[in-house]
């Protein structure tokens, strides 16, 4: 089966306001995604030249208030209405465990989309091991294993090369979608990666 490559914070609204509509996408197209949750913080500095801490009162008010009401809206996906409480939280946990459901050769679809609904939805704190164990479980998988495996050397490596691998890349943010090395940022570019899934566009990225 050929492969989507999803780049994306754990936390990271965007992600979640486009995860449903993502996985239906994949499916209708027989693409598998491959999950490469990062640690946002230095790709988006690397990639723009600044961190989240320069964008301007408007900015924020904007692109992290206004457009996530009107995405979730329009993706049909109910958000808490304001910024998680637990949002500044190490992410490393949770990024960990879908790691280690790919890594024991299942499908991280369902808990990826869990894991972000749950941030966004239910004020989730994803730093927390009984948290995150009540996800993965409520969601089919079983959470001791993964909460086990996602404490590995290697998956914790792995987390580390995803991000490099952002970087390398210059992927801007989250999230981040390639289909067949074509970028794609934003979960308001899903209507594109549809498109380009059955017919790709002209030119190349990067050029």
Same mark, same amino acid.
């Given at each position: 089966m050929s492969e =989507?490559? &999803?780049f994306y914070s754990v936390h990271s @609204? !965007? *992600?979640y306001l486009g995860s449903a509509r993502f996985k239906e996408i994949a499916q209708e197209a027989g693409r598998r995604i491959v999950h490469r949750p990062v640690d946002l913080g230095p790709v988006v500095q690397a990639a723009r030249g600044h961190g989240f801490g320069a964008f301007t009162p408007a900015h924020r *008010? &904007? &692109?992290f208030g +206004?457009? =996530?009401v009107r995405w979730s809206e329009f993706r049909r996906a109910p958000t808490i209405g304001r910024r998680?409480?637990?949002h500044d939280n190490d992410l490393t946990l949770a990024s960990c465990m879908i790691i280690a459901a %790919?890594? *024991?050769g299942l499908s991280a679809d369902n808990l990826a989309h869990a894991i972000l609904e749950a941030h966004w939805r239910n004020d989730a704190d994803h730093a927390d091991p009984d948290t995150l164990a009540s996800i993965a479980s409520d969601a089919g998988y079983d959470a001791g294993l993964l909460l086990e495996r996602a404490g590995n050397a290697d998956v914790r490596a792995q987390f580390q090369a995803n991000t490099e691998e952002a970087i @390398? +890349?210059?992927v801007f943010g989250s999230p981040t979608y !390639? %289909?067949?090395g074509d970028m794609f940022y934003g979960q308001d570019r899903l209507e594109l990666v549809e498109r380009a899934l059955q017919t790709p566009f002209r030119g190349q990225w990067p050029r």
């Open positions: =989507i490559e &999803y @609204a !965007f *992600a *008010a &904007y &692109y +206004r457009e =996530i998680p409480t637990h %790919v890594d *024991a @390398a +890349r210059s !390639f %289909v067949d």
